[in-house]
């Protein structure tokens, strides 16, 4: 199953901006699509972007379009998410999914990393 390890958290101010990475081990991070979802405190883990196996689809959270941009390279089985325009109620800790659905459903989570945008 794919491990998956996010780097790129930070304390950031209002209007700033942070860059996340996902890199994943094994050979085969381009069968899964990815994703990132993010949990504030008090809150219930939210959907922030999707993208396809190929980097060509991707999907938005409606409070982050037009901010964040998701991609990924297969080559070095890497994600990155590159938050713009940051605001304090982006304040979660983020967390970098992998899922693929054959006969069976593979479901893999990062750690997580932490976001922190003060006003």
């Known amino acids: 199953q794919v491990q998956l390890v996010e780097n790129g958290g930070g304390l950031v101010q209002a209007g700033g901006s942070l860059r996340l990475s996902c890199a994943a081990s094994g050979r085969t991070f381009s069968t899964y699509a990815m994703g990132w979802y993010r949990q504030a405190p008090g809150k219930e883990r939210e959907f922030v972007a999707l993208?396809?196996?190929?980097?060509?689809?991707?999907v938005y959270g409606d409070s982050v379009k037009g901010r964040f941009t998701i991609s990924r390279d297969n080559a070095k089985t890497t994600m990155w998410l590159q938050m713009n325009s940051l605001k304090p109620e982006d304040t979660a800790v983020y967390y970098c999914n992998a899922k693929k659905v054959t006969t069976v459903t593979i479901d893999a989570w990062g750690q997580g990393t932490q976001v922190t945008v003060s006003s």
């Open positions: 993208i396809g196996r190929s980097g060509v689809n991707t």
